[in-house]
């Protein structure tokens, strides 16, 4: 983006997005359910791309680039394998939403029907606190990196990417939202592709795997990597690498995923019966990303160390993520600096459009409508929505700019230390019946003050009683408060339930928000009288009515315990096998074995890594495209339509369309 646009250009195609869909498909953003769920009826490619798009961040290529930098080839797999098994786990958690809570808005609202208003607000000030968090180091990432390559003053681009980002976020809602990240995700796999193919096939100063072999093995010889095997920069064996693993997992878990309802708002806008696949899709599908954009810049900022174009890197240029713009400068001049812009600017925008509206969904169904007017009318609820979308953009420009004048940086943001403790308590609280509240509440609480508590006394302890943003953001000292919170939350909310277990049998939270327990409490009070409004205010309501029908029947089958159960299992099964997989089978006895990988190996490893970056694109680019034919063809038709006739091209479909799409 140049400094000349004034809104980023996702604003702009988000719009005419949802123009299109409004306009030829059955999905139109004016209904909340719509708005903040997409119906529940996302199909798995599509929710795939969303999770790899909410999930890529700014740190996701300059931070895995960086510690590709810092350790060599350990450093990607870290990177990448350590926050995937997340997402792998969430599979579960998604799962047991669709069995437990399958009309859930939020998984707050779980919170509230099983335990009532104390715990809700306790976990409300652990779910929007990791909001803050994430969308604060978004921001400050992406003006960060804004300002850099293109001049622009930060103060600007902290306030221009999320009010760009609320505006198409506004006008098409939740669907809106997972068919930008398609598109970003799309553009972001071709540029690293672009990146990927011109270090080891095309460039003249790199250009294939056995000139990066050689010249990572030169640089090693006059600066080894300390650690490391032989230290070497082609080895598994690094202990700094192994430590940076260990936080990077840790950090992940205490981080985000299960406290952000950005990643549940995807389970809730998946078909009930896919939405496990979706989730393995999209954690399979994210790995390659940080996995293979750092195995080639990361690598090329330490190979071409010695090449005049390369910037020379400090230390704090390497903590700022510097490695990865450096070296696409270096390799394609100032076209390589723009490609690189653009992927951070595609990854902030998608990921900021995940964050806005899961915070309005948050503020909208858990705070508007639960404490403030609980017979909101639905008008009144998506215009609450549009609001707090607008509203937290701009807390969050506020953020990013304190954070930006504070000095912070995204390594310091990694927050795990407050955040950690609910991680285990919120996934017992959606999983398991015996969940005991005041445990799990008390675990939450608890691991939070001993977090902090932990992470300071580390400080101290390792500084010289020195207390300031730079030692608090030590590896160490961040791994301690990190490991003390998520521990103590862990351990003290389950022993607790297993002394005093509830026997909570998820019935209630199972027919909350359900459409036809709403239906017939609205027969017996006067909501009746503001359904009746609404629907006086609202045109084509018979055909409204019998897409919805469509649409609640569908979902009634796809709801089966039976099945959703063994969904659970089989999300069970794979992600603790995938897991073992990614932390322990294969890097382990790499470490062990202290394997420096000759060209041989060397080639290999990258050349499994572009096979699954080319698996990943199919799987987040061409799925969702085939599973949407219909949709599509819904469109296409529409817009013939149009031009032959104008106006005949709008929908109009009978019941049964809106399944298909
Ligand atoms: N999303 C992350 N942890 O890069």
């Known amino acids: 983006m140049s400094s000349s646009e004034v809104l980023p250009q996702g604003a702009g195609y988000g719009v005419g997005l949802t123009w299109l869909q409004a306009r030829y498909t059955p999905f139109s953003p004016s209904n909340s359910e719509e708005f903040s769920s997409a119906y529940r009826s996302v199909k798995p490619g599509l929710i795939a791309a969303g999770i790899v798009s909410a999930w ?71 779910g929007l606190a990791t909001n803050v968090i994430v969308s604060s180091m978004l921001v400050l990432g992406g003006s960060a990196t804004v300002t850099d390559l293109t001049g622009m003053s930060t103060i600007a681009a902290c306030f221009l990417i999320p009010i760009g980002v609320a505006i198409y976020v506004v006008a098409g809602g939740m669907r ?34 056995e000139k990066m072999h050689e010249l990572l093995t030169t640089v090693a010889e006059t600066s080894p990597v300390p650690g490391n095997a032989g230290g070497s920069y082609l080895t598994i064996r690094s202990k700094n690498g192994l430590v940076f693993g260990v936080i990077n997992i840790i950090g992940n878990f205490a981080t985000v995923q299960f406290n952000d309802q950005a990643y549940w708002q995807r389970a809730i806008a998946s078909k009930p019966a896919t939405c496990v696949k979706a989730y393995l899709y999209g954690g399979l599908a994210w790995f390659a990303i940080p996995f ?80 403030l007017n609980p017979r909101a009318t639905e008008a009144q609820i998506m215009r ?14 506020l953020a990013g700019l304190v954070f930006f004048f504070i000095g912070v940086s995204l390594g310091w943001l990694y927050m795990g230390v407050i955040l950690g403790s609910a991680v285990v308590p919120i996934a017992l609280c959606v999983t398991w019946r015996k969940a005991n509240k005041i445990g799990c509440m008390l675990g939450a609480v608890l691991g939070f003050f001993l977090g902090i508590m932990s992470w300071l006394v580390a400080t101290a302890t390792l500084n010289d009683n020195v207390i300031n943003v730079t030692t608090t953001g030590g590896d160490f000292e961040m791994l301690t408060g990190n490991l003390v919170s998520i521990f103590v939350g862990g351990v003290v909310s389950v022993i607790s339930s297993l002394i005093w277990p509830e026997n909570f049998d998820f019935d209630i939270t199972r027919s909350m928000n359900s459409p036809h327990v709403q239906q017939s409490f609205a027969d017996e009070t006067d909501f009746k009288e503001d359904i009746k409004e609404e629907s006086l205010s609202k045109t084509p309501s018979e055909k409204d009515e019998k897409d919805l029908q469509q649409v609640f029947i569908e979902e009634e089958k796809e709801l089966d315990p039976v099945e959703l159960q063994k969904a659970f299992n089989f999300a ?28 041989r190996g060397f080639t290999a490893w990258v050349t499994i890594g572009i096979i699954w970056a080319f698996a990943s694109a199919l799987t987040v680019i061409i799925l969702p495209l085939f599973e949407s034919r219909a949709a599509l063809a819904m469109v296409a038709r529409g817009v013939l339509k149009d031009i032959f006739k104008n106006g005949s091209g709008k929908y109009d479909a009978s019941p049964g369309e809106l399944s298909k799409a």
């Not at 859930?104 to 976990?123: C, D, K, N």
């Not at 549009?386 to 953009?393: E, I, R």
């Open 572 to 599: 069970a099964w794979c992600s603790v096998i995938l897991l073992l997989i990614f932390i322990i089978i294969i890097p382990l006895p790499l470490f062990f074995a202290q394997t420096i990988f000759g060209v």
């Open 384 to 397: 609450v929505s549009h609001l707090m979308v607008a509203a937290f953009a701009i807390f969050m420009g």
């Open 56 to 126: 890529t961040w700014a740190a996701t290529l300059l931070q895995s680039s960086a510690v590709a930098y810092k350790y060599g080839i350990s450093g990607p797999w870290w990177y990448a394998g350590g926050a995937t098994i997340q997402v792998l786990l969430f599979a579960q958690l998604a799962a047991k939403l669709k069995l437990n809570a399958p009309y859930a808005h939020t998984w707050l609202e779980i919170v509230y029907t099983r335990w009532g208003p104390i715990a809700h607000s306790v976990f409300l000030f652990f």
């Open 292 to 371: 293979i954009f750092s195995t080639t810049l990361g690598l090329s900022a330490v190979a071409l160390r010695n090449d005049p174009a390369m910037r020379v890197l400090t230390p704090d240029d390497v903590s700022a993520g510097l490695p990865a713009p450096a070296a696409a400068a270096a390799l394609l001049g100032k076209s390589g600096a723009a490609a690189l812009l653009i992927v951070l600017f595609l990854a902030v925008t998608s990921a900021t459009a995940a964050e806005l509206i899961a915070v309005s969904s948050v503020l909208t169904y858990d705070i508007y409508k639960r404490y």
């Open 176 to 209: 809106a939202t997972l068919l930008c990240d398609y598109t970003h995700t799309t553009v972001l796999f071709a540029i690293i592709f672009v990146f990927t193919f011109t270090v080891y096939a095309t460039s003249p100063k790199i250009g294939s795997f």
